[in-house]
């Protein structure tokens, strides 16, 4: 049963964990409401569980027959689309020489097919609304690194894609933005970073140290927010400075 459609509505693509779930619970306390997507299904119904006005959805962001119906869901329960945070992604880091075609589709069909879908087709929702739209890169789509062909160059092709949407979509008063998240303190990123690797991030990042998810579900929220009304086709990098710095980190190419 739709709701009061006066409300704002955000879609969190990859919401059931990581810097999905930390823009879901930070747009909740800002007065929005949430359709939680992710194909993950029991680790989203987990994820939302205890929290108000979200609505969760089982979506594999890839499949051009399932996006529909996600936007046609979020509509029949909340009325409106305000923001759409294009967060669902895969990290697969390998070799060039040992990525093949199936692999390189796996991370393409997610990362950028996925960003390209459920912006088609949330586009007449957000016509209605003038609303907005983040697309997550990463600072691997910004500056080449070894064991990521595929997954730096989905995400330069999403930040590409992101100044297509600023663009062609403005006349709408349709906003488009990109995040590129450096070094993020994830439970996943913990656990399979080594003490060299965390030791090398920490010393080439001016900040030295990891972002937060927090910290960068704050600068997605504000680029979704009337405090960012003038900001369209902007690549945020949200890396405490990593991007700034040079090339390589010799425990990573190790």
Partial sequence: MQQNSEKKTAIVTGAARGIGLATTQLFLENGYRVAMVDRDVPALSEAAAGLDEVLTIDCDV???????????????????????????GVADFGPIEETGFDRWRTVMATNLDGVFLCTHHATPALKETR??????????????STLRVAYGTSKGAVIHLTKQHAAELGEYGIRANCVCPG???????M???????????????????????????????????DKASYVTGQVIAADGGFDSTGIGLPALRA
């Fill in 191 to 225: 656990a399979v970073h080594s003490q060299d690797i965390i030791d090398a991030y920490h010393d080439a990042i001016p900040l030295n140290r990891y972002g937060s998810e927090r910290e960068i579900a704050e600068v997605i929220v504000f680029l979704c927010s």
């Fill in 62 to 88: 890839s499949n051009p027959q399932a996006v529909p119906r996600m936007i046609s869901d979020t509509l029949d329960r909340f009325g409106r689309i305000d923001a759409l945070v294009n967060n669902a």
């Fill in 183 to 189: 070094p993020v303190r994830t439970k996943l990123a």
């Fill in 131 to 144: 609303g907005a739209i983040v697309n997550i890169g990463s600072i691997s789509g910004l500056r080449a």
